[in-house]
């Protein structure tokens, strides 16, 4: 087999890999969402409350996630496709790194942003959606692309659960050719091919967010 | 099938007993890929051309998934006769994957020393080794200690992906009894939910321990 045909191989499994990082972002960009704003806002018991199911999608290894959600959901009687689980599980975990991201972005926010929001006398959620939310994210760009960059790496695990992804088909294709050193070379180079642009994506944004923040200094 | 509490039960002892395995193997990973990481940065400061060669190796281990890189270096190191233990091969894996990450902590921790500490240690007469060893060094290690932490409990949450290449820690041994009993639910669950609360302490741990050095730091 020529390293032509690998590559091809290794393409065809190209449409999951992508799939499950869009499905994923599906359920990561809602949760980072509400549960970063959440957590925000919320003071006491609720606060707590937010905290726990952030932790609990952030500090569990997303691998062992995947797993238990495959195996235990149809004991319990929910029986999801092996894609939706994946899905569900590669997009929480980014979506519970990614809160972070949104909390923190929010709390660098001048309280002087929410103050004259205040005094201008709009309510709370117009300040959040129209003042607090545009400016947090659009400062915590490079770290939403970067969180990117590790859901579409993870989507690798996805072979385990019998996708037919870019690791998967370099898996099929070991099978019946021995050259380790083409397929997996290949597939590291695959995923650099897919992932690297997105790293260049970030560091624009990065350059421009300095740009922009050293204009705004010189005002 | 439903949900054997008891059964799950019994298998905590056997998941729990190789906890200090998966921490040796964090230790291990985390040690390696502070080394690799080191090496690269220092190399990509040594001119113009290996400047851009570390860069490119930086960025694309940065690129591709720790599963590919797991893979890779199980597949292909015994191609080339190198026979290594799975254990061996698996915190190899982790080392590299994590060398690009702990490269720019190298990176960001050296770039953050005032220039002036360096010509004011060259401008006292200290050589060249002792500027480093005691004027540059410390300063970059109080640096780089607080996303050090973090990295390591990253690597700490990466450690069950070794499960795929048959290494005996927590996630590999829940494998074991599910093959065993033919029974997956329980074991999983198991190891998720003890794998959770590790992750949990350890996290808490690293947070403490880089309060004492940050006051320590300022003393």
Redesign the interface.
């Known amino acids: 087999m020529g390293i032509l045909s690998i590559w091809l191989g290794i393409l065809e499994g190209f449409r999951v890999t992508a799939l499950v990082t869009l499905y994923g972002l599906v359920f990561a960009v809602p949760f980072a969402l509400v549960f970063g704003v959440a957590q925000y806002l919320t003071r006491g018991v609720a606060h707590a409350l937010v905290t726990c199911v952030i932790?609990?999608w952030r500090?569990?290894?997303?691998?062992?996630?995947l797993?238990?959600f495959y195996?235990?959901l149809?004991?319990?009687g929910i029986d999801l496709s092996a894609m939706t689980v994946s899905a569900m599980v590669l997009g929480l975990n980014a979506g519970g790194y990614a809160s972070q991201a949104v909390r923190a972005g929010l709390q660098a926010l001048e309280r002087g942003q929410l103050e004259a929001g205040l005094a201008l006398g709009l309510p709370r959620s117009a300040i959040l959606l129209l003042v607090e939310l545009p400016q947090a994210l659009v400062a915590m760009a490079p770290t939403f692309i970067n969180h990117l960059?590790q859901l579409v790496?993870?989507?690798?695990?996805v072979?385990?659960v019998t996708l037919t992804d870019m690791?998967f088909r370099?898996?099929e294709i070991?099978q019946i050719d021995y050259n380790?050193?083409g397929i997996?070379?290949s597939?590291?180079l695959a995923?650099?091919v897919?992932?690297?642009p997105i790293?260049i994506c970030g560091r624009w944004a990065q350059s421009r967010i300095g740009a922009g923040r050293a204009a705004t200094n010189e005002l | 099938?439903?949900?054997d509490v008891t059964f799950a039960l019994s298998t905590v002892p056997t998941i729990t007993g190789v906890m200090a395995t998966t921490m040796s193997i964090a230790v291990a990973s985390c040690a390696g890929a502070a080394l690799l990481g080191f090496g690269l940065e220092i190399v990509r400061r040594m001119g113009r051309l290996p400047g851009f060669a570390m860069r490119f190796v930086i960025?694309?281990v940065?690129?591709?998934?720790?599963?590919?890189?797991l893979?890779?270096l199980y597949?292909?190191l015994?191609?080339y006769g190198i026979r290594l233990s799975a254990l061996t091969v698996g915190v190899l894996g982790l080392s590299v994957y994590y060398s690009g990450y702990l490269a720019e902590v190298f990176k960001a921790g050296i770039d953050a020393i005032p220039n002036g500490q360096h010509e004011a240690a060259r401008a006292v007469g200290l050589n060249r080794a002792d500027t480093i060893l005691f004027v540059l060094a410390p300063q970059m290690l109080r640096n780089i200690a607080a996303p050090m932490g973090n990295y390591f409990v990253s690597v700490l949450?990466?450690?069950?992906?070794l499960?795929?290449i048959a290494v005996p820690e927590?996630?590999g041994r829940a494998f074991d009894i599910?093959s065993e009993t033919y029974r997956?639910?329980e074991p999983?669950?198991v190891?998720?939910l003890l794998?959770?609360m590790l992750?949990?302490v350890v996290?808490y741990a690293v947070k403490q321990l880089e309060k004492r050095l940050l006051q320590a730091a300022r003393r």
């Open positions: 932790e609990f500090s569990s290894a997303v691998i062992i996630l797993f238990v195996y235990a149809p004991v319990i960059i790496k993870g989507t690798a695990l072979s385990l690791t370099a898996k070991a380790p050193v997996y070379t597939l590291l995923y650099f897919v992932c690297y790293a | 099938m439903n949900f960025d694309f940065r690129s591709t998934p720790v599963l590919a890189w893979y890779f597949f292909v015994p191609f949450k990466a450690t069950p992906y499960a795929v927590m996630l599910a997956y639910a999983l669950t190891a998720g794998f959770l992750a949990l996290t």
